[in-house]
C-alpha cells in the first residue's frame, strides 16, 4: 500500500470520528437590525485571536483549518498557483504526490523550508447525500528527519471542506430542516457536532456565533461548545436548531459561513439520524 494511500485512509478514519449531532430546538433571536452580528453569549468570542500566518507573520483574518493548521480566508481563495513552487526542495515529493495530473489548478497554502501545503477545490464536491461535506483536496510534503526516517515524504492526503477555526468551539455541519417558508420570520436547522460526542445529541451546546442579514442573504455562523470529558466517536444524531430572523425570509439565500467558501444551506439529507 503506497504511503499516500495510508494517510488517505487515515484522514476518512478521522472524518468517520465526527456524525451527526442533536437534540430538542433551541431559539437564537439577532438584534433586530438588517445586518447584524449575535454572539454565542457575551463570555464567548466569535473569532479566533490573529495568529501566524503561512508566511509567518501575524493575521487578523478568519482562520480556516482542513485537517490541518489553520490558514487565513485569503490563502483559501486560491491566489497563488502552486506551480510557482518549482525550485523548492520538496518540489519534486509533492508533484509526486498529487498525482499524473500534475499541479495544475492546486494552490499554495504553505510554503517552508521544511514543509509544503497546497490545495484545490474540487470540481464536484461530495454527493448530496453524504453526511460529510467535501469540497476541496488537500496535500501536504515534508522534511522529516527521525531515527529510522529521513527526507521528503507525503504527510497529508485528504478532502474535506474548509472549517472555520473558532477559539473555544468546535466546528458543527448544518443543514436545513426543510425547505423554509419564505414568510417565516424564524429557520429551522439540523446542526451535526463535528467532534466525537458518544453518539449523544449536543442539546445546550449549539452556538449562534454569528449572523449577518442583508438585502440578497442571511449569513449564518453556527458552531457547538465542546462537551466536558472524554467522549467515543459513534456517529452523534443531528439537534434542531431554531434562528430567528429579524424580518421575513423572503427570496433571500440562507449561507453557512463556517466553510470558505460560504455555501448555500441544502435541506437535510433524508434518513439523516435524530436520535432516539
Given at each position: ?85 518549482e525550485g523548492h526542495p520538496g ?99 439540523l446542526v451535526m457536532e463535528m ?82
Amino acid at each position: 500500500m503506497s504511503s499516500r494511500l495510508l494517510v488517505l485512509l487515515l484522514a476518512l478514519v478521522l472524518v468517520g470520528c465526527a456524525g451527526p449531532a442533536a437534540g430538542p430546538g433551541e431559539t437564537a433571536l439577532p438584534d433586530g437590525g438588517t445586518a447584524s452580528a449575535v454572539p454565542a453569549s457575551a463570555s464567548e468570542t466569535s473569532a479566533p485571536e490573529p495568529s501566524e500566518d503561512s508566511a509567518g507573520g501575524v493575521s487578523d483574518e478568519p482562520l480556516f483549518s482542513c485537517f490541518s493548521a489553520p490558514y487565513p480566508a485569503s490563502a483559501w481563495d486560491g491566489a497563488r498557483p502552486a506551480t510557482e513552487l518549482e525550485g523548492h526542495p520538496g518540489y519534486a515529493v509533492l508533484l509526486e504526490s498529487v498525482g499524473s495530473e500534475g499541479l495544475d489548478g492546486w494552490f499554495v497554502l504553505e510554503e517552508a523550508h521544511d514543509r509544503l501545503v497546497v490545495a484545490r477545490e474540487l470540481t464536484r464536491p461530495q454527493d448530496p447525500n453524504d453526511e460529510i461535506l467535501r469540497t476541496h483536496d488537500i496535500v501536504a510534503v515534508e522534511d522529516v528527519d527521525a531515527t529510522n526516517v529521513q527526507g521528503w515524504m507525503l504527510s497529508q492526503a485528504s478532502q474535506c471542506a474548509p472549517q472555520r477555526v473558532l477559539e473555544g468551539l468546535g466546528a458543527a455541519q448544518v443543514w436545513l430542516a426543510a425547505e423554509p417558508d419564505p414568510t417565516a420570520t424564524t429557520v429551522e436547522l439540523l446542526v451535526m457536532e463535528m467532534a466525537c460526542n458518544s453518539g449523544e445529541d449536543a442539546d445546550g451546546r449549539v452556538r449562534l456565533v454569528e449572523q449577518v442579514e442583508s438585502t440578497e442573504a442571511v449569513e449564518l455562523l453556527i458552531a457547538v461548545e465542546p462537551r466536558d470529558g472524554e467522549a467515543a466517536c459513534p456517529s452523534n444524531p443531528a439537534t434542531p436548531f431554531t434562528v430567528g430572523l429579524a424580518k421575513p425570509l423572503g427570496d433571500r439565500t440562507l449561507l453557512d459561513t463556517s466553510t470558505h467558501p460560504p455555501r448555500p444551506l441544502d435541506v437535510a439529507p433524508e434518513g439523516i439520524y435524530l436520535g432516539d
